[in-house]
């Protein structure tokens, strides 16, 4: 993975078991949030899974499109492009009716100072979509942020444990879950909710966030000291896979990897591939936020990209100035503010 294009053949690259998924699922697959940082490749793997399935499906991608020259590649690819902004009520109705729908609108950066704002997009929009898809199969994109700070040795959250999400990102994306399901048990929607953090891949996460620290010869703040991370192609291909979970009352699911991870020894594994001397401040605090994704794995595997290999990576990419996003995750707040 050394450009851009083998990055995102990696990412879109199906595997026979999505693959598999696929070829049971009737009907097209509307995914709403196309444009933002995963949805692109979202919409790739759906497309070659489909392919691969040989069902016809449609693919159908919804986003406004920001990012100049989006639109027109992921039609040349095979998918049916609704350039449309779903917060309005004419677009969000005038789209096309899909029997499975996947969505991934959400906002995260700038959240202080537009609360408003972000209450609107994690919270009132999910509902307006979930009254336009009823009866339809939705799955949709949560975070592992409406969970507590807990005890690193605690194993991680579970999905059963009483949720308490820290700060107004939080709080509105539990917002956006108990919205989701309230349409859905009135509706009779199936739904399933994916709890995610943090995805990673070469453009951005937490992997990223760290080596951009080091290469800038920048201290490394440990007071977050641990963490999950899962490579975006598995994330991305659980979310598909999940449509066949979908249920009333809504299915729940962590999806991360199998690991803890320390910042620490993470750093250091990095600034020693980055040919830096890792400078640290701050001390590990004893808890952290932490997801168990045992479900996850149960269910559909473990990730096919381990993390000492996206280690590798990462610091390979960021060592030749290969682009990134510059969407810091934020992962080093305990505050919950972003």
Known sequence: MRTVADLEERLSRPRDV??????KLDGDILILGAGGKLGPSLVRLAL???????????????????????ADALRNEGAVVVEADATD?????????????????????GTSGREHATWATNTYLPGRIAQRFAGSRLVA?????????????????????????????????????RILTHFALRDDTPLALIRLNYAVEMRYGVLVDIARTLHAGEPVDLTMGHANIVWQGYANEVTLRALHHTRTP??????????????????????????????FTGTEAPTALLSNAQLCHRLFGYPDVPVAELIDLTADWVANGQPLLGKPTGFQRRDGNF
């Open 250 to 279: 809504p299915f729940v699911l962590n999806l991360t990897g199998p690991e803890l991870i320390s910042v620490r020894q993470v750093a250091t594994a990095l600034a020693a591939r980055l040919g830096r001397e890792p400078v």
């Open 89 to 109: 009520d004419a677009a969000l109705a005038a789209l096309p009716d899909a029997a499975n729908v996947v969505f991934l609108v959400g906002a995260k950066f």
């Open 18 to 23: 999505l693959v598999d998924d696929l070829r």
């Open 141 to 177: 994109l949560s975070t592992g942020n409406v969970y507590p700070l807990v005890p690193v040795t605690s194993g991680g959250c579970v999905e059963q444990i009483p949720v308490q999400p820290v700060g107004e990102y939080a709080m509105s994306c539990l917002g956006r879950e």
């Open 48 to 70: 070659r899974g489909v392919a691969a399935a040989g069902t016809g499906a449609r693919v159908i991608a919804v986003s406004r499109f920001s990012e100049a020259g989006l």
